[in-house]
Each structure stands twice: as structure tokens, then as C-alpha cells.
């Protein structure tokens, strides 16, 4: 027996065997046994509907394995337990006032004055006195009094006008016309349904087909454990006609970030995908197929239905088979790229966004701009976070083979001996202090104004200007940089750099309207939206800082004054800056998830651009809803272009009022610190010099001496602000 602790005396119980004994669960009462029986003449007299057998039980029994039940849940028992830090309770009753109802009534009689009757005869010598004054008075007083009761019966000044101004708004109208209402959705259970929508974009020519990119969302370090293993992806077409299957699907060598059909040629598509590569697809030949089958499926629903016209359904029969071999997703046409860059000759990073050449133009090897010959887009753009933005053709034919010495060799080992897909210009994007390029993640490109002039949003919340003409076509590029940096030598191809959000700006996008608006473009970014115009090196507009972060926004093709923003929280916020800056004019949810693209149907396409208008917006968990938009945000009012003009114009004038300000103060700033610094240096020379060392008595009592001429700068600045406020 090992030596040890052993406690004196005895165990004394404070109540915990108790505790425990209570929580034992001990049976009260025997278990009950129940035995049911039924007379022999029950089941005799329903041999049909009962069969009996005499074999044993255990000869037809089952086997009954064990599975896990989610809705399973395990009962507990329950213990009546006391606790005393609970308010005591007391029942009370309440009994409302109730007064017994009679019936009373209340007779009275008018006094009737005869106005004929001269009361003067009555009055008193006192009264008699008073008569004339009271005369005078009322002479006096009642212009003013009849005055006053004219205004009030005119305007009624018991109404607040500002609660008014609140239900009597001429944008909002009714709440049922405000708001969007859902057209369609689209989500299929395999190729979208869980991954992002990374880009969209609605077929030229054609209001009811819209193509889409899904992205895995995973993050940064899930890409990196996931390197070198090949994702699923694809581009998805959608049709009006069938909400349920794509229409194409368009297999792609990785995750497509960016997808965009040709304005001229609405069967060719371009896609910049993840790992830097470029693909395009023609979709000329599907189409056709398709066409073909619904020919094909629409007469032999006739030729049934004429067969079988004593049986008037044969012919909906027969639809419904042809429809039916659609059901199967194995039956979705699947289109393999036509063409694909290799990874060599392309983008070393992520390609983020893609532009066709606008209005017909091309380029050749040189980087010179001009007409298409068959007047038809053939080129596109591409940036990457490279810095570098590429230029590619379509046409291999168009590609100058002296120029090709290094491919020709490549070309002439593979079997088939083509030629690699590799870009016409590549245009270096560098920052204007040469520490590096700049991340391009969204670009915008001008067209026949300036060709060549570009507008690229950053990674890091940028906005940048170049101007990537060859040098025997450059010409003087006008900016007016306050704050931001701009290259005043043309040694760079960005011509201005400023700084506008503290993300990345996920959307640029140039205002569609014509004239002095097209000149502006909306940012979007962090937790706001920013106004640029072409020159400025800050936003002449911006937001306040919402709740949830911004994500992708979008001008309205119809109303100069209005933008469509969405948001990480699954709200579509509709922004008039007409009527409102400070906060949207209205908000919907359209999603539970952020919303990460938006993009219009071009009104210029249909026949009356003002009286339907469709908006494709895109989840992070792969649904594309179509939206149709409320008449009062497809119509503008009146003179709402010029009063939009006016508004940016005075806004800009603002911005450049406070640089110019900002110049002035900051030297006033300087001379003034300046001349204290200068006021000091003498005092500190006149002051006599102790034999200890040439610091003074002052200053050696003082030692917080450059604290107060510090507060004294401040408040001769402080003061010379509040007289320029004055003035």
C-alpha cells in the first residue's frame, strides 16, 4: 500500500449525492406490454384484400440496415430544477374604463337680430363715446385681416411643403413603376450553378441570346495549391427560348475571365482566359445545325398532326418528342476553340479584359491605325496585369510571314505545319516614374475621336491615360494634372496616372451619350463609384462610402443622368445624380450573393430604343438574371442631356477651382513658415550667449520653445484662412 493524502474525519454530505442521484434516470413503473387480437371471422370474411400465410417469420424477413437519420433528434430527459435568480411573477388583471351608452339630445334656440333696427337708441353715453374709435379700428384693421384670410384660403400654410417634396418626387413615381421587374433567370445544375460569372455579353443583332464566363470562386492560396492541375471551364450561351439548356457550350483551355462577340460579326467570339492565353470561337456552323434540327422538328410536328387528325393531340405528341432530345445534357452542341495563342507568345499574367477595334479600324505590324477594307471588325485588344496590352487579329492570312522567322521554324516541326496564333503589336505599359508597369484590369478604347488615345483601370484603384500611337503619328496630348503624374517628356505611353479608389477599380465604363457627355467615364471601386473626365487627374464626382463594397456599374444607354450599380451584398442601386448625389435614388436586392457584372442590350438595335430595355445582371454563384426596366428609367426628360452637361461642367470647374486654391495656400503656407524660421534665426543671434555654451537663458528655461512658434504658425494659418473665408 503506496503512502499517501488520506483526509481526517468523516464525509460530511452537502447535497451533491443528491445532485447526482436526481440526475439518474430510474424507472417508476414497470414497462407496459400491449397485446392486440382479432376474431378469426374478421379475416375470413376478407380472404381477397388479406393473405395469410404459414410460414415463419423469420422466412420472409428483411434485412434492415442502420443509416444515419438527418432529421434525427435525440430526446433528452427533461428535470424540473429550481433557480432562484428569477424575478418573481404575480398576475394581475387590467380592466379598460367603459361608460354606459344614453341617449341625449340638446335643443337650441337661435338669436334672430333684425338688422333694420337702429341699436344706437340703446347705447349708453359711454358706449356712445367708444362707437367712433371702434369705427377707426375696424376701418384699419379689416384691409389687412381680408388680406391675410385671401392668403389663407389660397395657400395652405398647415402643410409641410418638405414632407410633401418627399411623396410628390417626379422620378419615383409609383413604387410599382419603379422598380425592375425579373424577365428571366438562367442556372444550369452542371456548367454554372456554385462558380462565379466573371463576364457577360449580349449578342450583336440579336436581343434574346447572351453569352457568359463562369471562374471557380476560390481565392488566392486555393490557386496556388490547385497549380498545375487544369480547371473545368467553359463559356455558356444562353437563348430566351430555352431557360433550362444552353444553347452552345464553348470549351476553353482554362478559366475564362473576360468573353466579347464581334459587333460586326455576330458569330465569332474572343475570350482572354487565366493563365494568359487567348482563344476564339466561330460558331457559324453550330448555328446552322441548329437551325437545321428546328426545321426539321417544326415539319414533323405538322406531318404528324395532319396524319393524325382524328386524334387532335398526335400532333402536340410529336412537338413534345422533338423538344425532348434536347432534355439530355449529353445533346448540348459543345464547340471546341477555333483558334488558340500559346502560352509563350501571350500574356505572362491573367488576361483581364478585351475590346474590339470600334468603328472598323485596324492595325498592322507598324501600330498604325486605319480603315478596314471590307469594313468589318477584325481586331480586338487585350490587357493583362502584365502591363502590356497586345493587339490580335483573327485573320491568320493577314499575318506578314517575314515576320514570322522564329514561328515559321516551330510551324514546320508540328504535322500540320500552321502557324502559331501570336499578337500584331504589343504595347508596353510602364509607369511614368519607371518603377514598374502598371496592372491593367480593366481598359476602355476611344475609337474614330482618337484612335489611339486608351483609358485603363489598375489593380491598385488607378486610372490612367495613354497614347500608344507610333511615333511619326503622336501628337500633343493635352492634360491638365493637378495632383496625379503626367508625362511632359512622351517618354511613356501612359499620359496621366491618378490615383481615385483604394482597391482595385473592378469597371470603367465611357458615358454612351454623345456630344460633351462621351467625354466621361464612371470607376468603380472599393466602397464607391468615381466621375472622370478625360484630363483630370482627379474625380470630379464620387460617391460617399456605401456599407457594402461596389462592384460593377454601368451607365444608362437612355438617360444621361442615371447609373446602374451593384453591389457585394446582392443590391442593385439605380444612382440620379439629377436628383440626388448624396444617396441612390433606388435600391433592390436582385440576389443573395454579390452581384459581379452588369451589362445592357444596345438600344441603338431596336426599333424604339424607349420602350423596352432589358438588363443582364450576373451572381457570384452562377444565375444570370434578366431584368426588364421600368418605362420612367428608359425615358429622359426634358433638357435632362444639357442639365446633365451643365452639372459636370460646374463640377469641374470646382475640382480645378481647388487645385488652383490649393497651389495658393500651400505657398502662403511656405512663406509664412519661412519667415518665422527667418524671425527665429534672428532672435536667436541678437539673444547674449552664456559663458556655458551658446544656447540662451530662454531657450535653456524654455524647453518646449519649438512647440510654441509650431502653435503659433498654426494659428496665424488658421486666421489668415478664416479672413480669406471673409473675403
Excluded at 699 to 723: C, G, I, R, T
Aim: hydrophobic share 35%; with cysteine.
Amino acid at each position: 500500500m503506496t503512502d499517501g493524502i488520506h483526509p481526517k474525519g468523516d464525509w460530511v454530505s452537502r447535497g451533491s449525492d443528491r445532485e447526482i442521484s436526481d440526475q439518474k434516470v430510474v424507472e417508476g413503473r414497470p414497462l407496459l406490454k400491449i397485446h392486440y387480437t382479432r376474431d378469426r371471422n374478421f379475416f375470413l370474411g376478407r380472404q381477397g384484400d388479406i393473405k395469410l400465410s404459414s410460414r415463419e417469420a423469420l422466412e420472409c424477413s428483411t434485412e434492415l440496415r442502420p443509416f444515419q437519420d438527418p432529421t434525427y433528434d435525440l430526446r433528452k430527459v427533461e428535470h424540473e430544477i429550481g433557480i432562484q435568480a428569477v424575478t418573481v411573477t404575480s398576475d394581475q388583471v387590467g380592466q379598460t374604463p367603459w361608460f354606459r351608452k344614453v341617449d341625449n339630445a340638446v335643443q337650441v334656440q337661435p338669436h334672430v337680430i333684425d338688422v333694420r333696427k337702429d341699436f344706437t337708441s340703446s347705447l349708453t353715453d359711454e358706449e356712445e363715446e367708444i362707437v367712433p374709435y371702434v369705427e377707426e379700428f375696424l376701418e384699419k384693421v379689416f384691409p389687412r385681416v381680408e388680406h391675410n384670410l385671401i392668403q389663407n384660403a389660397l395657400v395652405p400654410i398647415f402643410i409641410d411643403d418638405f414632407a410633401a417634396l418627399q411623396d410628390d418626387d417626379s422620378f419615383i413615381g409609383h413604387k410599382e413603376e419603379s422598380f425592375l421587374k425579373e424577365f428571366q433567370s438562367f442556372v444550369h445544375h452542371k456548367y454554372t450553378k456554385g462558380r462565379k460569372i466573371s463576364s457577360m455579353d449580349w449578342q450583336p443583332k440579336s436581343s434574346r441570346v447572351v453569352a457568359i464566363s463562369v471562374t471557380e470562386p476560390i481565392g488566392f492560396s486555393e490557386r496556388v495549391m490547385l497549380d498545375r492541375k487544369v480547371l473545368n471551364s467553359m463559356v455558356i450561351i444562353w437563348s430566351f427560348t430555352d431557360p433550362i439548356h444552353p444553347q452552345f457550350v464553348l470549351e476553353a483551355p482554362s478559366e475564362v475571365n473576360v468573353v466579347k462577340f464581334n459587333p460586326t460579326q455576330p458569330h465569332i467570339l474572343a475570350a482572354g482566359c487565366m493563365n494568359g492565353q487567348v482563344c476564339m470561337w466561330n460558331i457559324s456552323k453550330a448555328q446552322q445545325t441548329l437551325k437545321t434540327k428546328s426545321k426539321k422538328s417544326v415539319r414533323g410536328a405538322v406531318s404528324t398532326g395532319a396524319a393524325g387528325s382524328a386524334a387532335p393531340n398526335t400532333g402536340a405528341a410529336g412537338t413534345e418528342e422533338t423538344v425532348g432530345d434536347r432534355d439530355d445534357d449529353a445533346n448540348i452542341i459543345r464547340i471546341k476553340w477555333s483558334q488558340l495563342s500559346k502560352i509563350e507568345t501571350g500574356h505572362r499574367r491573367s488576361v483581364n479584359d478585351l475590346c474590339w477595334l470600334n468603328d472598323v479600324m485596324e492595325s498592322n505590324f507598324d501600330g498604325k491605325l486605319g480603315p478596314a477594307p471590307d469594313e468589318l471588325t477584325h481586331q480586338f485588344a487585350t490587357v493583362s496585369s502584365d502591363g502590356h496590352m497586345f493587339i490580335w487579329d483573327s485573320r491568320k492570312d493577314n499575318i506578314r510571314k517575314d515576320k514570322l522567322r522564329k514561328t515559321q521554324q516551330e510551324a514546320a516541326k508540328n504535322s500540320d505545319g500552321e502557324l502559331p496564333w501570336i499578337p500584331l503589336v504589343k504595347i508596353q505599359l510602364s509607369k511614368l516614374d519607371g518603377t514598374g508597369d502598371i496592372a491593367g484590369l480593366r481598359m476602355h478604347m476611344e475609337g474614330k475621336a482618337d484612335p489611339y488615345r486608351l483609358c485603363v483601370t489598375t489593380e491598385d484603384g488607378e486610372f490612367a491615360v495613354a497614347h500608344w500611337a507610333p511615333r511619326d503619328e503622336r501628337k500633343e496630348v493635352q492634360v491638365n494634372m493637378e495632383f496625379g503624374q503626367a508625362d511632359k517628356e512622351a517618354k511613356s505611353n501612359i499620359k496621366s496616372l491618378s490615383q481615385g479608389h483604394f482597391g482595385p477599380a473592378t469597371c470603367i465604363h465611357r458615358h454612351p451619350m454623345k456630344d460633351d457627355l462621351s467625354k466621361y467615364y464612371l470607376t468603380v471601386g472599393d466602397w464607391s463609384f468615381k466621375i472622370w473626365e478625360m484630363g483630370t487627374a482627379a474625380p470630379i464626382v464620387g460617391s460617399p462610402y456605401g456599407t457594402a463594397g461596389m462592384t460593377c456599374g454601368r451607365w444608362s444607354p437612355t438617360r444621361p443622368s442615371i447609373l446602374f450599380i451593384g453591389t457585394e451584398d446582392g443590391y442593385l442601386q439605380v444612382w440620379d445624380l439629377l436628383d440626388r448625389s448624396h444617396e441612390p435614388t433606388i435600391v433592390q436586392s436582385v440576389c443573395q450573393c454579390a452581384v459581379t457584372s452588369l451589362e445592357f442590350k444596345s438600344p441603338h438595335e431596336a426599333r424604339n430604343r424607349y420602350s423596352h430595355q432589358l438588363l443582364a445582371v450576373g451572381d457570384e454563384v452562377g444565375v444570370l438574371h434578366i431584368y426588364e426596366l421600368p418605362k420612367i428609367l428608359i425615358r429622359p426628360h426634358a433638357n435632362e442631356q444639357r442639365n446633365m452637361e451643365r452639372y459636370l461642367a460646374r463640377e469641374l470647374k470646382r475640382v480645378d477651382y481647388f487645385a488652383v486654391r490649393w497651389k495658393v495656400r500651400q505657398k502662403e503656407f511656405e512663406e509664412l513658415q519661412a519667415k518665422l524660421q527667418q524671425e527665429k534665426l534672428e532672435a536667436q543671434i541678437s539673444a547674449p550667449v552664456d559663458d556655458k555654451g551658446p544656447t540662451s537663458e530662454n531657450e535653456e528655461e524654455n524647453p518646449f520653445a519649438d512647440d510654441l512658434v509650431f502653435a503659433d504658425v498654426m494659428a496665424q494659418f488658421q486666421k489668415s484662412l478664416e479672413e480669406d473665408d471673409d473675403l
